[in-house]
T-cell receptor, first 115, second 114 residues
Framework: AQSVTQPDIHITVSEGASLELRCNYS??????LFWYVQSPGQGLQLLLK??????LVQGIKGFEAEFKRSQSSFNLRKPSVHWSDAAEYFC?????????????FGKGTKLSVKP | ETGVTQTPRHLVMGMTNKKSLKCEQH?????MYWYKQSAKKPLELMFV???????ENNSVPSRFSPECPNSSHLFLHLHTLQPEDSALYLC?????????????FGQGTRLTVV
């Protein structure tokens, strides 16, 4: 069965420090991978997505993610975290590229930012 | 308005009540979705509607009843809910086609069952 694992439930980083959030997926075919962010009391906003091609994808707000097929991973990174990045981050996989709303999500990683 | 709008934002209901959640998308998409977000559990896909037809029901109890009268509106009718149904209910939309678009989410309805 398809699944997404985010091994870190909660991460705290200092403002200005680099960030890496981990995501591993289990899916037999070529995955369609996404990172979403959710601020408190809000819905989900797409940060970036990967379907094919260059394995390093750039997203909004200075985020990037790297797809590594050999490790079944799609980790999210940011070189310098801002206080406004404090939120919950969700990795997800879509079963088809044509229906990208049919998603399997990880449990999320909550990011706290220290001043 | 733009994007995906959900009403109400907050709802408290008793276990014997009947209520409905509403979702409206202004993006011209042809697919709409209901997700449930509970504490300490992953977001769970509940229902999928493509071109107003329900194409997926992920073993959701019958006390949740979706309705999609057109491609812009989606409802979730609730009756005789249980306290464990308390959660954030998120609506999303996307364009389903070869190549498709990503899902756009509403801000959710925070439901509390008492």
């Amino acid at each position: 069965a398809q699944s997404v694992t985010q091994p870190d439930i909660h991460i705290t980083v200092s403002e200005g420090a680099s960030l890496e959030l981990r995501c591993n997926y289990s899916y037999g075919a070529t995955p369609y991978l996404f990172w979403y962010v959710q601020s408190p009391g809000q819905g989900l906003q797409l940060l970036l997505k990967y379907f094919s091609g260059d394995t390093l994808v750039q997203g909004i707000k200075g985020f990037e993610a790297e797809f590594k097929r050999s490790q079944s991973s799609f980790n999210l990174r940011k070189p310098s975290v801002h206080w406004s990045d404090a939120a919950e981050y969700f990795c997800a996989v879509a079963l088809t590229g044509g229906s990208q709303g049919n998603l399997i999500f990880g449990k999320g990683t909550k990011l706290s930012v220290k001043p | 308005e733009t994007g995906v709008t959900q009403t109400p934002r907050h709802l408290v209901m008793g276990m014997t009540n009947k209520k409905s959640l509403k979702c409206e998308q202004h993006l011209g998409h042809n697919a709409m979705y209901w997700y449930k977000q509970s504490a300490k559990k992953p977001l769970e896909l509940m229902f999928v509607y493509n071109f107003k037809e329900q194409t997926e029901n992920n073993s959701v109890p019958s006390r949740f009843s979706p309705e999609c009268p057109n491609s812009s509106h989606l409802f979730l009718h609730l009756h005789t809910l249980q306290p464990e149904d308390s959660a954030l209910y998120l609506c999303a939309s996307s364009q389903v086609r070869r190549g498709g678009t990503e899902a756009f989410f509403g801000q959710g309805t925070r439901l509390t069952v008492v």
